[in-house]
């Protein structure tokens, strides 16, 4: 089976390092989703797959062998910086880049054709690109990457901006596609729409991997973390110490929250905590139905999200001096 | 969880490289945009229609001025009077007079004749005796060849009388012309020549600077839309460079063919040149070659140029040093050659590369370059081609991704 292998890559602009030894490979007809705060280095990375950058080290290799022109033009990219055409019709615009891509006139027309229905867009094919709503011309970019019929796809940011049918009609494609057996990567700072959608999962922070494969796997590292909710049937002091203390001090365990759930019967403590020993988790159980009665008692299972945070927070803040938009990303990425 | 694990990818598409397009053919594709879209510009339509007007409307105002300059006499000659009309002839040749004479009835039939304004004069009466009937008054030089004819016939008639052999005496004569030496041969303005000399320079001028633009704005165009990753994701940069090269030039070229041969024709159907004089054809396949070379010394140049900057307001800027060195040239070009072609400012300028496609033409036109001073500019242009591509190519390659301020030429140099 053929194989998208970045290995790896490292590029430095001046002194700034955006990517330090990334590797990671996406097998065909898989989706796997990218994400990393802005300037984590997606882009370069995608960038560098297209060759349209240079690395500094390392190379991208398909099927084994490293990509070159001809392979390179099999691929479809959705670079971040949309941009086609302003004033060139969009039927016009997407048969030439159809040729450039090598296909015949014939070929290249029929193509266009078909992407542009399939993406909605059949009705705008005479009209300029720079005359279509955002939405609109995002579908064109989607059907430029599209329509020279790629064995791999490479897509930045494909769902930013988009309204929700828009959203459901490219995941729909990406699917499609992946199960033609076209190997896509993308990037997304929405990362509920990745879990949804991804077969693998890379974060990337500060140029570096920091963690890579499926979102299941990816559960499993770091200590197991569960939950128990007690009913409370006396009102609980103020002090939010005494809720977890009780299963701190058991061996193997280390407490990572608490809160009040109320509801109409009462109040209830719900807890988490991780454990580092396996087993230990069976002694919370028991001291919980020593004091109460256990409503729930279960694995967490973190979303991506909460995934995402700890990969990104474990090795502390130190952003890097170039990073001047985090705000911007720690807001995008939270949303 | 909602990734579908047990999917089952199906059999890869393998990469292939049959249907990817060779070199050429990327090359052909941009260059085939940039024709279309440029061919059905309204900028290049006006242009161009402005450029063919203005060489026919030249030719033909130039026709005019021709004419009415020292107009040609048409005299009528009465049967009485007819051993007049070969020294009548012969006396205008001699003085550059034009004057046509043909033969009427009668006194009454030519003065008809001169209010109908078919005739300009009617001579009458006989050699020695002669009388010239006009409308309002005589012709200068009408006057003159008349007088003398009349005076001659006069002496004819006494040398006859004095027995003397009138032929022989004014052999004798016309051989009594004082020999003339000129130290300093004064140079034949040729207003023809003049003419296509300036036509020449202002048309490669104009031509120069328009595709110089339309290529600057191209580059820059496709960098301001970020289209030019995409185009890159496919095609290389020297690929994308040079297919706008070829494009742009081929649409000037058209231009150029365009303007010089409707101007070349029309010079021909109104007989504005002489063709023993000026080779016209010669000189618009000259116009040709130069605009050639112009544009591909310049067009590189400012390609990497424009790569430089992310927006059209900075492109005029950035492409001045080129606009401000084909001015030189062309000034010199327009305003001193056409005096002076062999005056050493010209004939240096117009050996040198980016200043001989502006200039030489003009000396061509005129007729004042020697074979070897056009080998020499033809060879200093085309050796500086090669050069300007490589650095063009190494800027372009490197700034063209690039976006925000403008890039220093020294940082689009160095970085790989």
């Not at chain 2, 016209?280 to 130069?290: E, F, I, S």
């Not at chain 2, 033409?361 to 050069?387: F, H, K, N, Q, T």
Request: contains cysteine; hydrophobic residues 45%; negative net charge.
């Amino acid at each position: 089976m053929a194989v998208l292998e970045l290995d790896d890559l490292s590029k430095s602009y001046g002194a700034v390092r955006a990517l330090r030894s990334t590797s990671f490979q996406v097998r065909a007809g898989e989706i796997f989703g990218f994400v990393g705060s802005n300037g984590a280095g997606k882009t370069t990375t995608m960038r560098i797959t297209l060759g349209v950058l240079t690395p500094d080290t390392g190379e991208v290799r398909w099927a084994g062998r490293p990509i070159d022109h001809a392979t390179r033009s099999r691929i479809g990219y959705m670079p971040e910086e949309r941009g086609l055409y302003p004033k060139m019709k969009v039927g016009e615009q997407l048969t030439y880049l159809a040729r450039l891509h090598g296909l015949g006139a014939a070929q290249a027309r029929s193509s266009m054709e078909r992407w542009t229905e399939t993406l909605g867009v059949d009705g705008r094919r005479d009209d300029e690109v720079q005359k279509l709503s955002l939405g609109n011309q995002q579908r064109v970019q989607l059907a430029a990457a599209l329509v020279h019929e790629p064995d791999i796809l490479v897509l930045d940011e494909p769902f930013s901006g988009l309204d929700p049918v828009a959203v459901d009609v490219m995941s729909g494609v990406l699917r499609d596609r992946a199960r033609a057996g076209v190997p896509v990567i993308f990037s997304s700072h929405q990362l509920e729409l990745v879990e949804a959608i991804s077969d693998r999962v890379g974060i990337i922070k500060d140029g570096s991997m920091v963690a890579v494969g499926g979102i299941d796997e990816l559960r499993q590292v770091g200590a197991p973390r569960w939950a128990v909710t007690t009913a409370v049937t006396t009102p609980v002091t103020t002090a939010g110490d005494d809720d977890t203390a009780w299963v701190s001090d058991l061996p193997g365990v280390r407490a990572v929250g608490s809160e009040q759930v109320r509801r109409a019967g009462g109040a209830a403590t719900r807890v988490e905590f991780e454990t580092t020993h396996e087993g230990s988790e069976q002694a919370v159980l028991a001291r919980a139905t020593s004091r109460g009665r256990v409503e729930h008692f279960g694995r967490v299972t973190p979303t991506l999200t909460e995934l995402y945070r700890d990969v990104v927070s474990a090795e502390g803040s130190d952003d890097s001096p170039d990073d001047t938009d985090g705000d911007e990303a720690t807001t995008e990425v939270t949303s | 969880m909602s990734t579908a694990g047990g999917r089952t990818p199906t059999p890869t598409n393998t990469p292939t490289t049959d249907r990817t397009g060779t070199a050429g053919s990327a090359i052909r594709l941009v260059a085939g945009r940039e024709i279309r879209t440029r061919v059905t510009s309204k900028a290049f339509i006006i242009t161009t229609v402005l450029l063919v007007l203005a060489v026919v409307a030249g030719g033909f105002v130039l026709n005019l001025v021709q004419s009415s300059g020292p107009e040609g006499q048409r005299v009528g000659v009465v049967p009485s009077a007819a051993a007049v009309e070969a020294p009548l002839e012969a006396g205008a040749a001699e003085t550059g007079t034009d004057i046509t004479v043909t033969e009427v009835a009668d006194e009454a039939a030519g003065e008809q004749a001169i209010r109908d304004g078919d005739l300009d004069a009617v001579v009458t009466g006989s050699a020695g005796d002669l009388g010239i009937v006009v409308e309002s008054d005589v012709d200068g030089a009408l006057w003159a060849v008349l007088s003398s004819v009349n005076q001659q016939a006069a002496l004819d008639d006494a040398i006859r009388e004095l027995g003397g052999d009138p032929a022989s005496v004014a052999a004798d004569v016309s051989a009594a012309e004082p020999t003339v030496t000129t130290l300093e041969p004064e140079e034949e303005f040729d207003p023809a020549r003049y003419v296509t000399g300036l036509a020449t320079g202002i048309l490669i001028f104009i031509t120069l600077m328009t595709t110089g633009q339309l290529l600057a704005q191209g580059v820059v165009e496709e960098k301001q839309s970020r289209v030019v990753e995409l185009l890159l994701a496919t095609i290389r940069p020297w690929q994308l460079l040079t297919g706008k090269v070829v494009g742009i030039g081929a649409i000037g070229l058209m231009q150029v063919a365009l303007v010089a041969g409707s101007g070349a024709a029309t010079a021909t159907a109104l007989g504005l040149v002489d063709p023993g004089e000026l080779d016209l054809g010669a000189t618009a396949a000259w116009v040709v070659v130069w605009y050639v070379l112009g544009f591909l010394t310049y067009a590189f140049a400012i390609a990497g140029a424009a790569s430089l900057v992310s927006r059209q307001e900075d492109v005029g800027a950035v492409i001045a040093p080129f606009t401000a060195l084909m001015m030189i040239p062309y000034i010199i070009g327009v305003s001193l050659a056409p005096w002076q072609p062999d005056s050493p400012l010209v004939a240096w300028l117009s050996y040198l590369p980016f200043c001989g496609p502006l200039i030489m033409p003009v000396r061509i036109a005129l007729d004042a370059a020697a074979p070897w001073e056009i080998g020499i500019s033809l060879a200093l242009s085309i050796a500086v081609v090669p050069v300007l591509v490589w650095f063009a190519s190494r800027i372009y390659s490197n700034a063209v991704l690039r976006m925000g301020a403008r890039i220093k030429v020294k940082d689009a140099l160095r970085s790989a």
